[in-house]
Each structure stands twice: as structure tokens, then as C-alpha cells.
T-cell receptor, first 115, second 113 residues
């Protein structure tokens, strides 16, 4: 158990809908990262937050957004869902992640299925 | 940007044998190289990592070596056990892009009893 929690574990929804994925980092970790894992794209970095502020952005679609709250939990919002958004979404956390490359610990993931 | 390549995509060994998974990176500015193990239905679990100022790191049956000239950091697993069966991912972090990880495509390791 990494100490990172993600809810829900599974999510099934229809095209055009909007969903919210939630992540709680390990106790004391200030950085949260979101990754998408699909069969054809592998593990892809989406976005990083550090202590409430956006720190880095990857190939995240405009339909996707994220935020980190004062209690350091994070939410990833996916809107106008398409079939191709079906994937595993992982959250990871690290102690720092600002100015230093520290170890990232991954949560169990949320499996999103868009029908 | 950084490009991480991993070989082979599948690897099958007999219990007790050694396994080597190769990983190369392209960005000479990368300074952190973790390996993750992912079991079915679970998230990636860090098994070992190495930084650019270290040449080799070991943890029991697992070791990683870093060759900065060749830009590769293979994973070595000795005395393999059936519970080592999983997908293994290598990753690299380019210094200029902060802490984001760029992953390889993954290697499915199967250890046959």
C-alpha cells in the first residue's frame, strides 16, 4: 500500500458526460501528479500540482482540468467524454516535486469506461 | 523532449534464473531513473530508483546500473520467483521538465515455476 488513495475505483459513463476523479496524497506529500494509462499510449503524464498550484503540464486535453485543494487532495475533472478517454487514471504523490526530483508513489488508479 | 525505450516487450524465464530488462533514454539532462512494477489491477509500485550521481544500486535481488555515456539503465533481477511476474516500467525525468516522469512501454515478465 503506497498510502495514496483514489476514488472511485471504477467509473462507467456515457459519451458527452463529465466525471470527477479524486486523489488523496500520502500524508505530508505536497505534490500530486496525474497520469493516464491506455493500451495504445502507455503511461502518460497529464499534470502536476505542488502545494495548491499548477507546477507542470503534459499532454492534457483542454476538456480535462485539475485542481489541488488546501488539504492537498486533488481532483481531475474530465468533461465532454469520448470513447477514447477510456483508460486507467493514476494519481501519484511526492514529498516535494519543486526544484528537486523526488520519488513518486502511485495510487491504485481509477478505471474509466466511456460507453 | 525525452524519449524512453524499453526492451524486450515480453520476457519469459524459469524460476531461479536471472532476468534483465533494458531501458534507454535520450535526454542527457535526465537525472532520475525509477523502475516500477505493476501487477494486474494495481497501480505502479516503485521497486528501485537511481540518480545521475550514482553508478549502481542494489536492493536484495534487484539491481539497476546507470551508464550515462550510453544513456541506459538496465534492471537486473536475480533468482526470479513466480511472484516477480508482472509488467515492469522504466522512467526518466528530464531536469528541465521538473518532476514529470516519462515512461517506457513496459515489459511483461513471466516467471515459470
Amino acid at each position: 500500500d503506497s498510502g495514496v488513495t483514489q476514488t472511485p475505483k471504477h467509473l462507467i459513463t456515457a459519451t458527452g458526460q463529465r466525471v470527477t476523479l479524486r486523489c488523496s496524497p500520502r500524508s505530508g506529500d505536497l505534490s500530486v501528479y496525474w497520469y493516464q494509462q491506455s493500451l495504445d499510449q502507455g503511461l502518460q503524464f497529464l499534470i502536476q500540482y505542488y502545494n495548491g498550484e499548477e507546477r507542470a503540464k503534459g499532454n492534457i486535453l483542454e476538456r480535462f482540468s485539475a485542481q489541488q485543494f488546501p488539504d492537498l487532495h486533488s481532483e481531475l475533472n474530465l468533461s465532454s467524454l469520448e470513447l477514447g478517454d477510456s483508460a486507467l487514471y493514476f494519481c501519484a504523490s511526492s514529498p516535494l516535486g519543486s526544484g528537486y526530483t523526488d520519488t513518486q508513489y502511485f495510487g491504485p488508479g481509477t478505471r474509466l469506461t466511456v460507453l | 523532449g525525452e524519449n524512453v525505450e524499453q526492451h524486450p516487450s515480453t520476457l519469459s524465464v524459469q524460476e531461479g534464473d536471472s532476468a534483465v530488462i533494458k531501458c534507454t533514454y535520450s535526454d542527457s539532462a535526465s537525472n532520475y531513473f525509477p523502475w516500477y512494477k505493476q501487477e494486474l489491477g494495481k497501480g505502479p509500485q516503485l521497486i528501485i530508483d537511481i540518480r545521475s550521481n550514482v553508478g549502481e544500486k542494489k536492493d536484495q535481488r534487484i539491481a539497476v546500473t546507470l551508464n550515462k555515456t550510453a544513456k541506459h539503465f538496465p534492471l537486473h533481477i536475480t533468482e526470479t520467483q513466480p511472484e516477480d511476474s508482472a509488467v515492469y516500467f522504466c522512467a526518466a525525468t528530464p531536469r528541465v521538465s521538473g518532476s514529470r516522469l516519462t515512461f517506457g512501454e513496459g515489459t511483461q515478465l513471466t516467471v515459470n515455476p
